[in-house]
């Protein structure tokens, strides 16, 4: 059992179309972090959430922090090429590790 | 410049070999990390050092040995490589150890085990 459990686990859509992912766990984490990874790199960080309740803008994507601090998602509006890879959410568990969730892997098909 | 490398980026080897893979990080920070993504895409810490100190050992089979000579460096050294060894390994960085720290990955090694 993972502690943090991302769904969908694929998804392929058309360029244009929003989109939300999600990431859940039965644990309250301090704080939740999303990377994104693209083939043959290493996961980049795109953001990092605190407060429950909390939403964070990064241009067309939208991440928000559950207010029990237990769940984050991730929409993004009008999905581009550009947008594909996959996406991982990530939390501090223990007092120093961080724990990724299994991910979602998103295709945008032009 | 790269900020967090590692080397090589593909690693092809046979059953029972020993193996290592490095890595260096040019950004000053105190935590570096490995990290194995398996078939699946799932990332598992492994290893992490502060300051050349172990502060995370994972269970992890004591074949694998990480090694950190300064605090830029951290380097893992597999003996005796097995086929389920055969995964993405990625080494990472952060300024602390904290609840908010960013962590930057190197762009990973792919070890195929034959």
């Known amino acids: 059992t993972q502690l943090l459990e991302q769904s969908p686990q694929f998804l392929s859509i058309q360029e244009g179309e929003n989109l939300t992912v999600y990431c859940n766990s039965s644990?309250?984490?301090?704080?939740l972090q999303w990377y994104r990874q693209e083939p043959g790199e290493g996961p980049v960080l795109l953001v990092t959430v605190v407060t429950g309740g909390e939403v964070k803008k990064l241009k067309r994507l939208t991440f928000q922090f559950g207010d029990a601090r237990k769940d984050s998602s991730l929409h993004i509006t009008a999905a581009q090429p550009g947008d594909t890879g996959l996406y991982l959410c990530a939390g501090v568990w223990g007092g120093n590790k961080l724990v990724f969730g299994a991910g979602t892997i998103l295709r945008v098909k032009s | 410049d790269t900020a967090v490398s590692q080397t090589p980026k593909y690693l092809v080897t046979q059953m029972g070999n020993d193996k290592s893979i490095k890595c260096e990080q040019n950004l000053g920070h105190d935590t570096m990390y490995w990290y194995k993504q398996d078939s699946k895409k799932f990332l598992k810490i492994m290893f992490s050092?502060?300051?050349?100190?172990?502060?995370i050992n994972e269970t992890v089979p004591n074949r694998f040995s990480p090694k950190s000579p300064d605090k830029a460096h951290l380097n893992l050294h597999i003996n005796s490589l097995e086929l389920g060894d055969s995964a993405v390994y990625f080494c990472?960085?952060?300024?602390?150890?904290?609840?908010?720290?960013?962590?930057?990955f190197g762009s990973g090694t792919q070890l195929s085990v034959l």
């Open positions: 050092y502060n300051n050349k100190e172990l502060i």
């Open positions: 990472a960085s952060s300024q602390g150890q904290g609840f908010y720290e960013k962590l930057f």
């Open positions: 644990s309250v984490f301090s704080s």
